[in-house]
């Protein structure tokens, strides 16, 4: 479904019922709006319930000066009109209080985006707005003028956030991933000192993959339609838990010994469907499709590991505040996390796009799950099941450990113990 297609009253509801989901906002905060082609600008209502919002509640103030809808408009429609008269480029906002970057707006630090490369694709510099009343002509000053210097992102100090977009669903991935970057700093500082990107290493990512030469599939073989379903609803279901955002991680799954299936690159993880999904043979991917970005690595992995058919790669908050850290995530403390997970490496960034033979050996049935520095949760199976659950694990162990450390010091369990592990599990 063509997101941009819909009208705006449907792409506001959308998108306030994701963010209120998700806890990005209570029921009585945060506010969107569409500047729409007419210069209609669309916005949510105050004083309405935002879990249970419908296109009818929506508010609509003309290009006239009308205000249209049977409510009031948000009481903070004052900032939106002030950022769309000084950007012309933005024709949506996002503004919402989630828990992870107000605690940076009271304390009046930004969220690093630089912690991993697609972060800061997304979200760029962030800016900071200062302090004024809610509702204020003062505050929709301080925040267009912060977003006139070119920003997208932008912190208001003791308030929230407002990212902007071209459209509502970039302005939403933009506060999605900001607060995958708070969330995941909160929880990286308890293990050390957060690592974060250099502008090489950034640039790195953003050159392009060079394209794969396509083919066109003649057929399409039973187990490998079960596999798009396969993959669909573990993205979904990835999505719905946090272990992924609607623009980054990956599935592939194994389809034969020439072929696999892909995500595409840039698709919304939430509303992924079987057709999205990219066949890819000998190298060659299905025509007219955009596999993602971590084709090759997948494509090496499945080629020096037989017993492996299926890889994800994901950034979920908890795991991932050990790869943005160098911290080793130890599995040794819960025997279910050592069964299923094993030692978990941790591999250098960069070698995702130089040396994808080097992550390739760093999987073994020893060590089926690793975290990649700076760039993600790396977990492979022997079915698309065996790899989700070994995400899910890795996250669970990773917030049980970072849970554990303000309670006191944290006790593994001994060698014998795990040799009693290995010898009952194989
Ligand atoms: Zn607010």
């Known amino acids: 479904m063509r997101f941009d297609l819909l009208h705006p009253r449907e792409q506001l509801v959308q998108i306030m019922d994701r963010i209120y989901r998700y806890g ?57 009109q002030a950022i769309y ?26 969220p690093d985006t630089r912690i991993i490369p697609q972060a800061h694709h997304v979200c760029g510099q962030v800016g900071f707005a200062p302090y004024a009343l809610p509702g204020s002509e003062q505050l929709g000053e301080n925040i267009a003028y912060t977003f006139a210097q070119g920003f ?47 502008n090489e290493q950034i640039a790195r990512f953003e050159e392009r993959p060079s394209p794969l030469p396509t083919f066109r599939p003649v057929r399409h073989s039973s187990p490998e339609r079960a596999l798009r379903q ?15 955002t609607s623009t980054e991680g990956t599935v592939s799954a194994r389809v034969d010994r020439e072929r696999f299936l892909i ?22 991917a299905e025509e007219g499709k955009r596999p993602s970005r971590a084709t090759r690595l997948h494509e090496v992995i499945y080629a020096e590991h037989a017993d492996v058919h299926c890889i994800i790669t994901a950034q979920s908050p908890y795991a991932m505040a050990y790869a943005v850290t160098g911290q080793p995530l130890d599995s040794r403390t819960i025997p279910e996390s050592y069964v299923v997970l094993r030692n978990v490496p941790l591999v250098p960034h960069g070698q995702q796009y130089d040396a994808p033979e080097k992550i390739s050996a760093a999987i073994s049935p020893k060590s089926p799950a690793i975290l990649i520095r700076n760039d993600t949760v790396l977990t492979t199976g022997a079915s698309v099941h065996q ?37 009952k599990f194989g």
């Not at 949510?44 to 508010?59: C, H, S």
């Open 24 to 80: 990005l906002t209570t029921t009585s905060g945060g506010n969107l709006s569409v500047l729409d082609e007419n210069g209609d600008l669309w916005i949510t209502p105050a004083a309405v319930d935002k879990g249970n919002l419908l296109p009818g509640d929506i508010m609509c103030l003309t290009a006239d000066g009308q205000v249209l809808g049977p409510h009031k408009p948000s009481s903070e429609y004052p900032f939106h």
């Open 85 to 110: 008269q000084k950007r012309r480029d933005v024709r949506a906002l996002v503004h919402a209080h989630s828990p992870a970057l107000v605690s940076f707006s009271i304390t009046r630090q930004l």
């Open 152 to 198: 997208d992102v932008v912190l208001l100090e003791n308030h929230g956030a407002v990212t902007a977009g071209s459209d509502l669903l970039t302005a939403f991935q933009r506060l999605e991933t900001l607060d995958f970057c708070a969330r995941t700093q909160i929880q990286a500082t308890s293990l050390g000192p957060v690592h974060t990107l250099s």
């Open 230 to 244: 396969q993959i669909c609803h573990m993205v979904h279901r990835a999505y719905e838990q946090r272990l992924m």
């Open 263 to 284: 995500t595409p690159y840039g698709i919304d993880r939430s509303h992924l469907e079987i057709e999205d999904i990219v066949l890819v043979e000998n190298g060659r």
């Open 387 to 423: 790899a989700f659950d070994r995400l899910e694990v890795a996250d669970f162990t990773a917030f049980s450990l970072l849970n554990a450390l303000p309670i006191g010091p944290l006790v593994p369990i001994g060698e014998a113990e795990v040799e009693a592990l290995e010898a």
